[in-house]
């Protein structure tokens, strides 16, 4: 798909005037830099690395609660909360995805802090 010139004008002029007059190769290397950026999209992908964070993650947050010594609905009541909070604020995306990805509900918490091997040295550290 093609633009008009007349198009890509109009847009510099009303959305970046100080782009106005910069050669082409500095476009085309903004437009590169851009089209390569991570998004929250490509870092929860299906790729297997991806899953395994998937998975990886919750353990961790789980183990985070245990160390803390509060009660494991804290996961529910502040960090899935706190976790929306940084999707929608910082990275200006969509948070129902990810957040059904981490389940921290207090049972799920509890089976995997039980589920670790060596728990009782994580809870006394």
Not at 68 to 89: D, M, N, R
Request: charged letters at 30%; one cysteine or more.
């Amino acid at each position: 798909m093609t633009t008009k010139p007349s198009k890509v004008e109009d847009h510099l002029r009303r959305c970046h005037p100080d782009k106005i007059g910069k050669d082409l190769k500095y476009i085309q290397t903004l437009k590169e830099k851009y089209e390569k950026r991570p998004t929250v999209h490509s870092m929860f992908s299906s790729t297997s690395e991806s899953n395994d964070d998937g998975l990886r993650a919750p353990y961790n947050i789980s183990i985070l609660i245990a160390k803390s010594g509060k009660p494991h609905t804290i996961g529910e009541h502040l960090i899935l909360p706190a976790i929306e909070e940084v999707l929608k604020t910082v990275l200006r995306k969509s948070s129902f995805d990810i957040l059904k990805r981490i389940p921290l509900s207090n049972n799920t918490v509890q089976r995997r802090i039980d589920e670790l091997p060596g728990n009782e040295a994580l809870l006394l550290a």
